[in-house]
């Protein structure tokens, strides 16, 4: 049975403690971030303690200011860093139970025995 587009679910609160994080590490206080963007403080403090539902262009404008890729922003990991295979392999194995970890371990030795092209 196919999910419904309704299922979806965007996990708001975490996007807001990423940019949390993001402005943290950048030094920069919400005002300078609220200022810089254009975006009003009590709305962008709202994003980041999770309480609001940014649109993707407003996602994008963050993202340009704090000079990140935009799905790190959204799902936490980059495709333009060197590092996006062991974050997002890292991700999965976080969220996994020990049964699903096992099955993991065993699909990746499974696959590093195959012959490469």
Do not use: W
């Not at 609160?13 to 975006?39: C, H, N, W, Y």
Request: charged residues 30%; contains cysteine.
């Amino acid at each position: 049975m196919r999910k419904k587009f309704t299922d979806t679910y965007i996990d708001y609160p975490k996007i807001g403690r990423r940019l949390a994080k993001i402005r943290d590490m950048k030094k920069l206080s919400q005002e300078e971030v609220s200022a810089a963007t254009d975006i009003s403080l009590f709305y962008y403090s709202k994003i980041e303690n999770g309480r609001a539902k940014p649109t993707l262009e407003l996602l994008s404008i963050l993202a340009h200011y704090y000079q990140v890729d935009l799905t790190r922003i959204i799902t936490g990991v980059s495709m333009k860093e060197d590092t996006y295979i062991d974050d997002r392999l890292a991700s999965i194995c976080q969220s996994a139970s020990p049964t699903q970890l096992d099955l993991i371990a065993s699909l990746a030795e499974t696959v590093l025995k195959a012959p490469q092209d």
